[in-house]
């Protein structure tokens, strides 16, 4: 049995979860609402103040579905009470990174400047000149606009300029050794 399928998940005061036909489970919480269609297969369950999720049978398909339908329905109620949060940073001389309204310029190098505009349900803080923080209620789409931003200069290996995520390690290359 999936040990973190069979796990029930909480459901925290101020916290609604619903589940429609075709499993369309919605999630209503203090910072907002979040709904996915979740596989058909899984039998999601409202008992009390907790969700369960069970099986019907003991294929490997199923077994894999299962825990991943109880973590994205946990990932909705954590993103609807705390919210999710990446921090990115730009390291590099003459690398900056700038906030105006929605949009986040990044200074990085090329001959021009780099703008991103904040997707629907995500906003990007600065902390200082070169700290990026993406915050969101989804998971799914903090990470991937974390990934979009990092994609505009990833770091390098021999003098770790570029965008890393702030627990990222990058491994370090020697660079060339001059003539004897």
Known sequence: MSRI?????????GVTVEVAENNKVTVKGPKGTLERVLPAEMDIKVEGDQVVVTRPNDLKKMKSFHGLT???IHNMVVGVTEGFEKKLEVNGVGYRASKSGKTLTLNLGYSHPVEMTDPE???????????????????EKVGQFAAEIRDKRRPEPYKGKGIKYADETIRRKVGKTGKK
């Open 5 to 13: 399928g069979r796990m029930p998940i909480a459901i925290p005061a």
């Open 70 to 72: 109880r973590t994205l």
């Open 121 to 139: 349900g995500i906003e990007t803080v600065m902390d200082g000149q070169n700290i990026i923080i993406v915050k969101g209620i989804d998971k």
